[in-house]
């Protein structure tokens, strides 16, 4: 992760620009005074550099929380702002480069909120959970050109790749998403996509509620595909096979297709790896037969009418937890502003929560560094969280 090792942390006066990086203001972690957050814009994007004061030195380096997708973008504010603190670094894996002259003519990466406002129509839709190095997703896109690839990963030196890729190719039907696939899922409409493919995801042995396989992905998935569209899961983990296998079969009515060691159009670097190893590679493909009913999401994220706790209520919150039927609410931490309190929080479903914070200012509630995916389970979550800081 970029970072600058400092001898000594300073405050600047804000809100303040430098290097056209605008630095908006500071929270204070209201349990421990060695953290800090610097609330950061560039480019568009949202989010915070953090700040931990060590004996001797401090470290700086970004949120990881709210990091943007351009790992350039972090770069820049790293260096902007110690430039504009006249901070001494003692030691840095920040270069001092210019953006690829690529990545500056790309516009294939895309906000959640591109999705959740106004989910593209005019051609059929493919997804691809985890596409890693990009092989198969440039391939489809190259091959498939009246199709619309969403490309969803959150390796940031795997979306930078793709998307220099994607200007030298000339594409222009692939779109990258930095995001929860889970969480995406549950804002694509109804019945318009023709493929999903989850090609080699962690097999997550140790934490299998970190699966992308899972009933309720698969829910999501029949919902969303066209009738004869298809979820296509390709792995070398035995495990992770013969656990898909029964969570699909679990399912009272569904259609399975089961290959072992079928070569397709293009490989994976991962599985270039395995075959050399002479390891097994399962398909599982589910043939959705099905036509759902179109999705109808009801509420919204006002604060309107809200009056907030005191600031020290509001403090009080810190590791507090409100369950509610599927889902809950966690502060996990506290921290203090110039003119009010801002909470991290985690909330939503408990296999696939939204993480962000909470700013509370002069009686004014924002979430930052955007809403949470307007789903059912964040709506619900959003009405315990009103009840929570209004007391």
Do not use: C
């Amino acid at each position: 992760m970029p970072h600058l090792h400092i001898k000594e942390f300073k405050t600047i006066e804000l809100p303040a620009v430098q290097d056209e990086v605008h630095f908006n203001f500071i929270a204070d972690n209201a349990n421990h005074q060695d953290e800090k957050l610097i609330a950061t814009e560039y480019e568009g994007e949202d989010f915070f550099l953090l700040v931990k004061e060590e004996e001797g030195r401090s470290l700086l380096k970004t949120d990881k929380l709210t990091r943007p997708a351009s790992i350039y973008n972090v770069h820049r504010a790293l260096l902007a702002y110690a430039k504009a603190a006249g901070l001494e670094v003692i030691a840095s894996n920040v270069p001092q480069t210019q953006k690829n002259v690529h990545l500056q003519t790309a516009s294939a990466l895309k906000k959640i909120d591109y999705f959740a406002n106004d989910f593209p129509r005019e051609k059929e839709v493919r997804i691809e959970v985890g596409f890693g190095s990009g092989r198969h997703l440039l391939h489809q896109a190259a091959n498939n050109p009246d199709i619309l690839f969403i490309g969803i990963e959150i390796h940031r030196p795997s979306i930078e790749q793709v998307l220099k890729q994607v200007v030298i190719q000339k594409l222009d039907n692939v779109m990258v998403l930095d995001y929860d696939a889970r969480l995406f899922m549950e804002l694509v409409p109804s019945n318009i996509v023709g493929a999903i493919y989850v090609h080699f995801p962690v097999p997550w042995d140790k934490k299998p509620h970190r699966r992308v396989i899972s009933t309720s992905f698969i829910q999501e998935a029949r919902r969303v595909l066209k009738e004869g569209g298809t979820l296509e899961l390709r792995t070398d983990s035995e495990n992770y096979y013969a656990y898909s296998y029964e969570t699909f079969i679990a399912f009272p009515k569904i259609t399975l297709q089961i290959k072992k060691n079928h070569d397709i159009a293009v490989s994976s670097k991962y599985e270039d790896r395995w075959k050399k190893m002479e390891k097994n590679i399962y398909d599982v493909i589910m043939v959705n037969d099905e036509i759902s009913p179109e999705l109808v999401i009801e509420g919204d994220f006002s604060f309107e009418g809200s009056s907030p706790r005191s600031a020290d209520e509001l403090l009080a919150l810190h590791n507090k937890t409100i369950r509610f039927d599927g889902g809950f609410i966690h502060f996990e931490r506290v921290y203090k502003l110039t003119n009010g309190v801002m909470l991290r929080i985690s909330m939503g479903s408990f296999d696939r929560p939204e993480h962000l914070y909470l700013i509370i200012t002069d009686n004014r509630l924002s979430y930052y560094p955007q809403l949470p995916l307007r789903s059912p389970i964040n709506l619900e979550a959003h009405k315990h969280l009103l009840k929570a800081v209004n007391g």
